[in-house]
């Protein structure tokens, strides 16, 4: 279940009928996003995972870890690190200049937006590249090989056994 279970509408229902498919000695193996990381702190409302209405649960890892035990399985392993994907400035930095910019043509607008707004929102965005660039570049090759030590992984993961 790789970044499943915060989309799903009744997780734990999800979490049964993996134990129900499961043979006793199979695993499961979940990952989701970590509300409880340093970057959902630091990064706030420009953190990616908070993707609405997209993601519509989080579960913090020692959740997650007691409801599998409740179900019959036993976590074997935990990792945050590893799961982590390198996107957080980047898309922190995207999130912020798209609530900056004048919004895009979208359904629930009283009224598409005129040529002046759309080329606002396009010169935003085209100023902002050599920030994006950086923000790649922070993310790919000084977090990614620091974010064990930094603790700042966005997901974690855990592997379990159906008892």
Request: charged letters at 20%; zero cysteines; a positive charge.
């Amino acid at each position: 279940m790789f970044h499943y279970l915060e989309h799903s509408i009744q997780p734990e229902r999800e979490l049964r009928a993996a134990h129900q498919a499961l043979r006793p000695g199979g695993h499961l193996l979940i990952e989701v996003p970590d509300p409880e990381s340093r970057y959902a702190r630091l990064l706030g409302r420009w953190w990616l995972p908070w993707l609405q209405p997209q993601h519509l649960h989080y579960a913090p890892v020692g959740n997650l870890r007691r409801k599998l035990t409740d179900l019959g399985f036993t976590v074997l392993a935990e990792q945050h690190a590893e799961p982590h994907d390198p996107v957080d400035l980047l898309a922190a930095l995207w999130l912020a200049l798209g609530a900056l910019a004048p919004h895009d043509d979208v359904p629930w607008l009283p009224q598409p937006p005129s040529t002046l707004r759309r080329r606002l929102r396009t010169a935003i965005f085209v100023a902002g590249i050599p920030l994006f660039v950086l923000a790649t570049l922070l993310d790919r090759l000084v977090v990614k090989p620091l974010s064990h030590r930094l603790g700042l992984s966005n997901a974690y993961r855990l592997l379990a056994r159906r008892d």
